[in-house]
């Protein structure tokens, strides 16, 4: 046998296997909850009694009080009486838009959610103008999707605290793993990025499969809220926010821009899941629905105006906290199991600070280029090439990520010069992150999904010497097989 043909030989004995590997992942999705479905132990929460469930299905390791106090009452009929002017509202729509405004930033309720977030997405009408077009993509994805693998991942691990998702392959889920394969074969451009399971998973909780699929496309293709920016390889919308967000603090919060500056707190270390994901598990549930009510009423200004606003609220602590351990877990973890404020005094703030921010002229971020839309025609098929379809992950790097290396690396030496205007040469307790990045495809892209953090503090004088760290790294991206890079997710 010829070189040749035994590598064509080898290189079909892997497209088979993962055709089958493929093949194999659908079908357990297809019996879903079906006793003869195989599901390993660790797979499964157990459900312990002790655990509590709030009303939005999410469970806790605390008991409900066995009684309601006088606020709760009071806020039980107050969203009563708002779910008969929403429905109300819902049956002439589209209604005022100074009506709508007022409305949703009250809060829509809960069980309101699903006709009010269908019409503000336009749900309806993408169904009806796509017939057909989901259980195609689905038929697709179950023959070449590229994807099945790191979504059956993925969802395995999406809201398990929650009721919907808690059992393997339990309704939610299944519809979860369906609308993440088709959507990636809908826009072969974009695939699938991490990020993507959360916000589908968010839309799962109040719509239906077919449903949450044309929700989340409207989320990713629409210039209103245009997530393909956030998704894509390169990241280039996320880029574009996070320097708004810089430009935003350097102005109307220069101290607590300064004190991260001293600590080496870039924005991305904080920021990447409030951009990725508008805020879910980063803030209370409760209140992420909340801003996710704004954010699908206004479009993507508003998850700037949130993250200033969360800086906003928490800045007289986040001051206090000299380090950058400290004030990364307080942004990422603390402020999710206690937000400190209650949801209705986080939405006025943030409705001033919108205000305060269009008064600035700062509300909007620089205009999108054409790499945040996508440029392929939706649904039409792309069969994927040899190395996607055996699962090869690719060694090098793109040119889109090392551009993205060249920015992160840029950002850090420049927040370097100005440790030194601003700092001096004080004693500061500052810290380098470093980030993992594997050696395949999904290098750069995955990792900014997730939300890990790995950081190494240390305490000592800043001086010209510590520019050198930055140079270091671009080196080492080149040099070392583990890739490390300084930037946090």
Avoid at 180 to 185: D, T, V
Avoid at 202 to 213: G, K, P, R, S
Avoid at 227 to 234: P, S, T
Avoid at 376 to 396: M, Q
Wanted: net charge negative.
């Amino acid at each position: 046998m010829t070189a040749a043909a035994h590598d064509d030989e080898q290189q079909h004995a892997l497209v088979k296997r993962a055709d089958d590997e493929r093949e194999d992942i659908f079908k357990r999705y297809e019996l879903g909850l079906d006793p003869s479905n195989v599901v390993d132990s660790w797979e499964n929460p157990t459900f312990e009694i002790y655990h509590i469930t709030d009303k939005y299905g999410f469970m806790h390791d605390s008991r409900l009080p066995s009684t309601r106090d006088s606020q709760e009452v009071q806020r039980t009929k107050i969203e009563l009486e708002r779910d008969k002017k929403w429905m109300k509202m819902i049956a002439h729509w589209p209604p005022h838009p100074e009506k709508l405004h007022k409305r949703v930033y009250k809060g829509i309720p809960d069980r309101i959610r699903w006709p009010a977030w269908k019409r503000l997405l336009h749900v309806e009408e993408s169904m009806a103008q796509n017939e057909g077009v989901y259980s195609r993509m689905l038929l697709l994805a179950k023959k070449y999707s590229t994807e099945t693998r790191q979504i059956d991942a993925d969802v395995n691990r999406q809201f398990r605290d929650n009721l919907a998702y808690r059992e393997r392959y339990s309704v939610k889920q299944c519809s979860l793993f369906n609308v993440l394969n088709a959507y990636s074969i809908f826009n072969s451009e974009l695939g699938y990025c991490q990020g993507m399971a959360c916000v589908a998973g968010v839309l799962l909780l109040y719509m239906q499969e077919e449903e949450a699929f044309w929700a989340l496309n409207t989320l990713i293709t629409d210039k209103k809220y245009g997530m393909h920016g956030l998704f894509i390889e390169g990241f280039p919308k996320l880029t574009r926010f996070i320097d708004h967000h810089d430009r935003i603090l350097s102005k109307i919060m220069r101290k607590l821009h300064k004190h991260f500056i001293k600590h080496n707190v870039d924005a991305l270390l904080y920021a990447i899941k409030w951009f990725f994901v508008v805020f879910v598990e980063r803030v209370p549930f409760s209140l992420s629905l909340r801003v996710w009510d704004i954010f699908l009423l206004d479009g993507d200004r508003v998850i700037v105006a949130m993250a200033v606003t969360i800086l906003y609220l928490h800045k007289d602590e986040l001051l206090r906290l000299k380090d950058m351990d400290a004030i990364i877990e307080y942004l990422q973890v603390k402020l999710h199991k206690n937000f400190g404020y209650n949801d209705d005094d986080a939405i006025q703030a943030l409705e001033r600070v919108m205000k305060k921010l269009k008064d600035l002229k700062l509300d909007a971020p620089p205009p999108a280029k054409v790499n945040e839309f996508p440029t392929r025609t939706l649904g039409h098929f792309v069969e994927a090439d040899l190395e996607k379809k055996i699962g090869r992950r690719r060694n090098d790097y793109t040119d889109t990520e090392k551009q993205v290396i060249t920015d992160v690396i840029s950002r850090q030496e420049q927040n370097a010069i100005e440790v030194q205007s601003t700092v001096s040469y004080e004693t500061s307790e500052c810290a380098t992150v470093t980030l993992t990045v594997p050696e395949d495809s999904h290098s750069i892209r995955s990792s900014l999904a997730g939300t890990s953090v790995a950081s190494h503090g240390s305490s000592e004088t800043m001086s010209l010497e510590d520019n050198n760290i930055h140079l270091k790294t671009a080196n080492m991206l080149q040099n070392t097989p583990q890739r490390e890079l300084l930037l946090g997710t």
